[in-house]
């Protein structure tokens, strides 16, 4: 499952764009609030601990894995798993 924190989480959820399909497969996995984090921010940890707590709470959860928009992975998902 895809679990998603957003800095301006309030902007997506309230836009109305609904020309777009990723408008609300977005919305859906948006965790419904932010922690407004900046860059090497104490925020950051606690958007992690929110996605955390968020994907805990499914029991098919086997594994976490937490990307930025400003990383590129080194392996791929199934490497990762």
């Known amino acids: 499952e895809l679990y998603i924190h957003a800095k301006h989480a309030k902007q997506i959820l309230n836009n109305n764009d609904n020309n777009s399909s990723s408008s609300s497969y977005l919305k859906s996995k948006l965790l419904p609030f932010?922690?407004?984090?900046?860059?090497?921010?104490?925020?950051?940890?606690?958007?992690?601990?929110?996605?955390?707590?968020?994907?805990?709470?499914?029991?098919?959860?086997?594994?976490?894995?937490?990307?930025?928009?400003?990383?590129?992975?080194?392996?791929?998902?199934?490497?990762?798993?």
């Open 34 to 81: 932010s922690h407004t984090p900046n860059w090497n921010d104490v925020r950051v940890i606690r958007a992690m601990l929110s996605l955390l707590q968020r994907a805990l709470q499914d029991a098919n959860t086997t594994h976490v894995l937490f990307c930025t928009e400003s990383c590129i992975p080194i392996a791929t998902l199934g490497e990762a798993a």
